[in-house]
């Protein structure tokens, strides 16, 4: 399945690519700080549904993400579910 196929399509596919270039600015700092530097900036800047989503590509395996945005996923702070009115 293709991730347009996915249900958040092209939202989806824009999540992956932002988390992977966040991973890819953070591969430059010393390793024991990319991780966390990689959580900060999502738990800082994305806003709930965006880090919900996330969560969903991870818990459906991440094929797509960058190691080290799996390896944040720890530090991530996860959402609440969305509520259904």
């Known amino acids: 399945m293709s991730p347009d196929e996915t249900p958040h399509g ?4 824009k999540l992956v690519y932002m988390a ?4 890819t600015f953070f591969k430059t700092q010393p390793a024991h700080e990319s991780a966390q530097g990689v959580a900060t900036h999502i738990n ?7 880090r919900r989503q996330l969560f969903e590509i991870i818990d ?26």
């Not at 092209?10 to 596919?13: A, F, G, S, V």
């Not at 800082?44 to 965006?50: D, S």
Request: aromatic share 4%.
């Open 10 to 13: 092209k939202t989806e596919t």
């Open 60 to 85: 459906h395996g991440g094929s797509d993400l960058s190691p080290l945005v799996i390896e944040a996923s720890a530090l991530i702070h996860r959402p609440e579910p969305a509520k259904q009115d």
């Open 20 to 23: 992977n270039q966040i991973a």
């Open 44 to 50: 800082k800047f994305w806003e709930p549904r965006m």
